[in-house]
């Protein structure tokens, strides 16, 4: 933030901090949102700089959100067998279309964490609910995620350890679904068209869907 005093620099990242809590550590880290946003980053970050007699143009906005999405490479490792997965749908002659709700982090963010995890190959598209300005369940995030794909619903697969948010709105939208549970106990029930224990699994019930459609 150039022209602007370092102690105005500091209180305002503090104010920024403690004002996205509880949960912001969670946020920034997860490609999983656990914690409730009361409102968009855009807006705290409105208030922030508000509170603090700066101006909030929306460049400065933009760059400010970027700055507080910390990087993930040495904080989260990918779920054991996440590449094969991935590679293995691209085996499949399919596109991999990230889709995940998140609190700071845009697309680009992410392509950073996918880069320097050593993933961004095996990744067509990313769509955050930043991008698409809601957070799952809401439709917005999964029309934006066939777009990017290129496919109608009936022709994609969504893969998701949330029923609520994963599985429930897929179906709303005519798309496959696979519900994973790789970190949860197996659930009691679901309307998932299969269930996986982990992301080789999920790679066999890929494969029996696609020889039964």
């Known amino acids: 933030m150039p022209g602007i005093e370092p102690a105005t620099v500091e209180a305002l990242a503090d104010d920024l901090i403690e004002s996205s809590r509880p949960g912001d550590e969670a946020r920034s880290i997860s490609t999983e949102n656990l914690v409730s946003i009361?409102?968009?980053?855009?807006?705290?970050?409105?208030?922030?700089?508000?509170?603090?007699?700066?101006?909030a143009d929306a460049d400065t906005i933009r760059r400010l959100r970027r700055a507080m999405s910390i990087p993930v490479s040495d904080r989260m490792k990918p779920?054991?067998?996440?590449?094969?997965?991935?590679?293995?749908?691209?085996?499949?002659?399919?596109?991999?279309?990230?889709?995940?709700?998140?609190?700071?982090?845009?697309?680009?963010?992410?392509?950073?964490?996918?880069?320097?995890?050593?993933m961004a190959d095996h990744v067509d598209e990313i769509v955050t609910s930043v991008d698409a300005g809601h957070l799952k369940p809401?439709?917005?995030?999964?029309?934006?995620?066939?777009?990017?794909?290129?496919?109608?619903?009936?022709?994609?697969v969504v893969i998701g350890n949330?029923?609520?948010n994963d599985i429930d709105p897929a179906l709303a939208l005519g798309m496959w679904t696979i519900l994973v549970y790789p970190d949860d106990?197996?659930?009691?029930?679901?309307?998932?068209?299969?269930?996986?224990?982990d992301l080789w699994a999920c790679a066999r019930a890929l494969r029996d869907m696609l020889d039964h459609t």
């Open 185 to 197: 106990p197996k659930p009691a029930a679901s309307r998932a068209h299969a269930v996986a224990s």
């Open 162 to 164: 949330r029923e609520e």
């Open 138 to 156: 809401h439709p917005a995030v999964f029309e934006m995620a066939m777009r990017r794909a290129g496919a109608p619903a009936d022709r994609c």
């Open 38 to 55: 009361n409102s968009p980053a855009e807006l705290l970050i409105t208030g922030c700089l508000s509170r603090h007699d700066l101006l």
């Open 79 to 118: 779920l054991p067998g996440a590449v094969e997965l991935l590679a293995e749908i691209h085996a499949l002659g399919m596109r991999n279309v990230v889709a995940s709700n998140t609190y700071w982090r845009d697309a680009d963010s992410y392509w950073e964490d996918f880069r320097l995890l050593g």
